[in-house]
């Protein structure tokens, strides 16, 4: 239906990238300021990578896309930020998320396991954050828009969130996630996952 997501993956090639390309890597990822992970990559290299940012001071930001209701605990522990979406949330937990109580449910589950902090997506509704430092979970909300194509929406929420990150550590977390979202809305306006997002002239001037 409108405004929910419908997800093909077709791995392909990045099934074939490996530790040996990591280490060709490393010099880069552990001069980054911010690591981002997903699944769509051999797991065991997704970690690796966690652990050599973690390893040299690097923030990680882990998307558990595709998730696996058997993921290594160690992503838990070696993510900075955790960041799932309602599918994603139940695939790991088992907890069906349906409304803001059911987030904070699998947010605390996740804090359990050994995530610093929690980003629970939730489309329309916007996210939920949870933190070891602030147990009181934080909902911020999405703007209204109409949703023409939601394909690419949790990518460029992660994309911004790690741009902000990286450029403007001084914000809030929840500011970023407030930027982070008005992205993603952006994102689903047009068809594809191709935004127009550096070419429109109407967005937000405070996104930056």
């Not at 209701?69 to 799932?84: K, M, N, R």
């Not at 088992?94 to 605390?108: F, M, Q, S």
């Amino acid at each position: 239906s409108l405004g929910q997501n419908v997800i093909v993956i077709v791995q392909g090639a990045n099934l074939l990238l490996n530790f040996e390309d990591l280490k060709r890597a490393s010099d880069v990822i552990c001069n980054a300021k911010v690591v981002v992970c997903q699944l769509e990559i051999t797991p065991a290299v997704s970690l690796e990578a966690l652990k050599m940012a973690r390893a040299s001071g690097v923030k990680t930001l882990f998307n558990p896309a595709p998730a696996l209701a058997d993921l290594d605990p160690q992503f838990y522990t070696y993510s900075d930020i955790f960041c799932c979406n309602e599918t994603e949330a139940e695939i790991l937990t088992g907890i069906p998320v349906g409304n803001l109580e059911d987030a904070e449910k699998v947010g605390r589950m996740l804090l359990e396991r050994g995530c610093k902090l929690v980003i629970v997506t939730l489309g329309a509704e916007g996210c939920m954050m949870i933190s070891g430092d602030e147990p009181i979970p934080k909902h911020v909300p999405a703007g209204k828009v109409r949703a023409v194509d939601t394909t690419g929406a949790g990518d460029s929420f992660v994309g911004a969130l790690a741009f902000y990150l990286a450029y403007y550590p001084k914000l809030s977390m929840e500011e970023m996630i407030r930027k982070s979202n008005c992205v993603a809305s952006v994102s689903v306006q047009a068809p594809g996952t191709q935004s127009s997002y550096p070419y429109r002239k109407d967005l937000p001037q405070d996104l930056f």
